[in-house]
């Protein structure tokens, strides 16, 4: 015949099933938080269109516009590829020239304030149609400041705060960006 449970006893059972109906619900909410934000080519073309049109001068001598990037995901390479459009103008004779300027880069999250990040950003290539060799070669200059002075760490995304505060609930943080062929995949893993 079993012994009845003391007061005592039976409440320790109480509180041992309770703790480990919290500690299971709290695993499901983990699992169930998500694990990948996504960001679409589109949603990443519209940050970068930002800081088009972009006007410079080369050597006094062009003036050159860069419009609005057309991005190519890279998935293999995880890395972005921009097509710009660029046009100058010779200041001293007027004539107009029309190029392209091809770029790529990769992403980087920035946890210092929760952001993503154009990172190692390289110039492929500069081509402007019928401008002489050595005015061509002077175009990578554009390229540079390009990368330097405008889109090196541009930020493309900002986490808002109720994200932030739904991933610290789920003890998540970012812990990878892929490139995909729909835009980024920023992927989210338990804190260490």
Known sequence: MSQPLSRRMAGRLLLTG???TLAACATVRTALAPSTVEITREELLQ????????????LDVFDV???????????????????IDLSATDRWFKRQYQGSLWLS????YEPRDQTIRLANVTI?????????????????KLGGWLTEDRLQD????RFTPEELKRADE?????????ITQRGLAIQLAPKS
């Open 65 to 83: 516009t860069a419009n609005a990037p057309r991005l190519t995901m890279q998935p293999d390479a995880n890395r972005v590829l921009a097509d």
């Open 154 to 157: 541009y930020v493309v995304h």
């Open 47 to 58: 940050k970068l269109g930002q800081q088009f049109p972009m006007r410079n001068q080369i």
């Open 170 to 178: 789920h003890g998540l943080t970012v812990s990878a960006i892929k």
């Open 18 to 20: 309770m703790i480990a």
């Open 124 to 140: 492929d290539k500069v081509s402007i149609q019928g401008l002489p060799d050595s005015y061509q070669r002077q175009m990578t």
């Open 105 to 108: 880069f990769g992403l980087r």
